[in-house]
């Protein structure tokens, strides 16, 4: 884009000024490494804290495990949904209700299998039961299925995040089906918000527009893989694979649209142009992206004590280029990017705050892991 063509769009109030590229990057690969907390795990998707330290994680052929502190983990928790192993498809977030000291409730985001081969991405939510030192999800509820289910097995999403007033967001990615992203009449490619039963909050932006569902918050996303609320302000972040570079963070407000695919800083994995080009009225900016991509899954903010210059920082996992990623931030702004553990080569699929305050990781891995953040 030239710059009279920027500057009329800035005047215009077309793009955000806080959208940034990625900021050159500083290694620092000689100063932290992890420690194997527990291993043995198919392809580690979610991870959640358990009050007494405990961890539910989820493993995508369909395993719920809980994993004590030293790393032994449980049988297969009984209960758990059958789920569409396909792909990128199966058993994907976990998340606790707010109030699960007092109800024992664990939330589930999995791909659900339809007739005719389709899948779309659904939650469901069940009581954890413990007796006999063997764990089970009891009166199992489904809260949410994606409209509609399509066929193959990429793009489900999913993370699940509690807003501070008890609502549930959920991200769904579009299934490969890019133009559905742009159509309020689908669940592909949005950000959901819900009542923790299922229901509809009133004050959702798209309630009371003909031909859109109500479950709506934001649209336009191709596939946000992570998902945290940023301590500071209780707004959501999310962080979404593009194509070939245009991995995106963004902070998802009510009724907006996020552009994919008519607008994106990547290209289709041919090369060729997606869309009409990086910027368009009506259509948000990214926070912050790469080109090339690196593959984004998992997203925590930080706020322990371990690490205390990393305060306030966020950490976003890699897939494709296997490594932990840190960003410091001034407001809603990335200012800088630091890539660690580049010479541990783990595809890293979930970023986690312990309550101990170490950072935790999921590998995502025939043999997965689950790994803890120190100093060499």
Not at 20 to 42: E, F, I, K
Not at 328 to 353: C, F, P, Y
Not at 356 to 366: K, S, V
């Amino acid at each position: 884009m030239n710059s009279a063509r920027l500057f009329l769009l800035l005047l215009a109030g077309w793009v955000q000024i806080s959208a940034s590229r990625a900021a050159t990057p500083v290694s620092a690969n000689d100063n932290w490494m992890t420690t194997t907390v527990a291993q043995g795990l198919v392809h580690p998707w979610g991870l959640a804290f358990l009050p007494d330290g405990r961890m539910l994680v989820t493993e995508r052929p369909g395993r719920l495990r809980i994993v004590t502190p030293g790393g032994a983990l449980s049988a297969p928790v009984a209960g758990v949904p059958g789920v569409y192993a396909s792909g990128q498809g199966g058993l994907l977030d976990v998340a606790l209700d707010p109030k699960f000291a007092d109800n024992r409730l664990v939330y589930l985001s999995y791909a659900e299998a339809g007739r005719d081969g389709l899948a779309g991405t659904a939650v469901a939510r069940a009581k954890l039961v413990e007796t006999g030192g063997k764990a089970s999800l009891g009166a199992l509820q489904v809260i949410f299925r994606q409209q509609a289910k399509v066929d193959g097995g990429a793009h489900f999403g999913s993370r699940l995040v509690f807003a501070r007033d008890g609502t549930l967001f959920i991200t769904l990615g579009e299934r490969y089906q890019r133009d559905r992203a742009q159509d309020l009449g689908t669940h592909l490619g949005k950000v959901v918000r819900i009542h923790a039963d299922g229901s509809v909050p009133a004050d959702n932006p798209f309630i009371t527009r003909q031909g859109a569902l109500p479950e709506i918050w934001s649209y336009g996303h191709r596939n946000p893989q992570g998902a945290a609320l940023n301590p500071a302000n209780g707004r959501l972040w999310t962080v979404e694979h593009g194509a070939r570079g245009g991995d995106e963070i963004n902070i998802p407000q009510a009724g907006a649209n996020y552009g994919w695919p008519v607008i994106t800083y990547g290209r289709d994995y041919s090369g060729f142009k997606i869309g009409e080009g990086t910027a368009k009225p009506g259509m948000q900016q990214p926070v912050y992206y790469w080109d090339p991509s690196i593959a984004p899954s998992g997203m925590a903010f930080y706020t322990g004590n371990r690490h205390p210059d990393w305060r306030g920082s966020l950490f976003i996992g890699a897939l494709k280029d296997a490594m932990l990623v840190r960003l410091t931030l001034s407001g809603d702004r990335v200012v800088a990017e630091e890539r660690l553990l580049q010479q541990e080569k783990h595809r890293i699929r979930d970023v986690r705050q312990g309550p101990d305050g170490w950072i935790y990781l999921l590998t995502d891995e025939d043999d997965g892991k689950i790994l803890r953040l120190q100093h060499r």
